[in-house]
Each structure stands twice: as structure tokens, then as C-alpha cells.
């Protein structure tokens, strides 16, 4: 049974950083892709970041040079680090677990997704 368990979520200023974390229970996290995806209040859900490995990763546009995905073995944790935040930013994040024949798109796609988390909440202030 594949488990997502995401923490990390809060509070920032504009300008601020955060990083969320998803530890995954039920597989290792660098066994299949990876990624994170969002949603604001009143709009769909959307990709943000995937990863496989360290070198397939892929982000939203509205996230590349800013957000970097990435894994903790040690820990078999997923992780997001988000820098330069905008209230545009300000989200539920959910960690999401691939179905073994995805691919890592630009932006990922809940198509794909086999495992949600059940997400953080992340509040960006002007």
C-alpha cells in the first residue's frame, strides 16, 4: 500500500522560501517518478514538478528557476524547495506517486498520477 504523507506547508511573505517535504511509505521514492502538483482556490489542479532519478526532473513554466524537486533516499522522502514566492504561488500542494508507465512531462499531468497525498496548504502574503 503506497502511502503519501506531506509536511512542510505555512505561512510566508512575499519573497520568502519554503520547502515541503512527502514521505513515502509502500515503495522507494526512487523507484518511480515523482512529483508535485497544486491547486488555488476556484481554479484546477496543476502540475509543478516531476522527477525521476536525479536527471529527469521537469517544472510548470510558471515555477522553472524557482521551485527545484528532488529526493532524500536516506529518508525515501520527495521534497520541493520553493524559493522567490508570489501570492500566486499560495496553493494546496499535493505529493503525487506515478503509475509505473509515466513519464516526467513539462508540466506534469494528473492523468499519470497513481498515489495522491493529501496535501499541505502554503499562504503567500503581499
Known amino acids: 500500500q503506497v502511502q503519501l504523507v506531506e509536511s512542510g506547508g505555512g505561512s510566508v511573505q512575499a519573497g520568502g522560501s519554503l520547502t515541503l517535504s512527502c514521505a513515502v511509505s509502500?515503495?522507494?521514492?526512487?523507484?518511480?517518478?515523482m512529483g508535485w502538483f497544486r491547486q488555488a482556490p476556484g481554479k484546477e489542479r496543476e502540475g509543478v514538478a516531476c522527477i525521476f532519478s536525479s536527471p529527469e526532473r521537469t517544472y510548470a513554466d510558471s515555477v522553472k528557476g524557482r521551485f527545484i524537486i528532488s529526493t532524500d533516499t536516506a529518508k525515501n522522502t520527495l521534497l520541493l524547495q520553493m524559493n522567490s514566492l508570489q501570492p500566486e504561488d499560495a496553493a494546496v500542494y499535493y505529493c503525487?506517486?506515478?503509475?509505473?508507465?509515466?513519464?516526467?512531462?513539462?508540466?506534469?499531468?494528473?492523468?499519470?498520477?497513481?498515489?495522491w497525498g493529501q496535501g499541505t496548504q502554503v499562504t503567500v502574503s503581499s
Open positions: 503525487a506517486a506515478f503509475g509505473w508507465a509515466a513519464t516526467c512531462r513539462s508540466p506534469p499531468r494528473e492523468n499519470d498520477v497513481a498515489y
Open positions: 509502500g515503495h522507494l521514492v526512487s523507484s518511480r517518478r
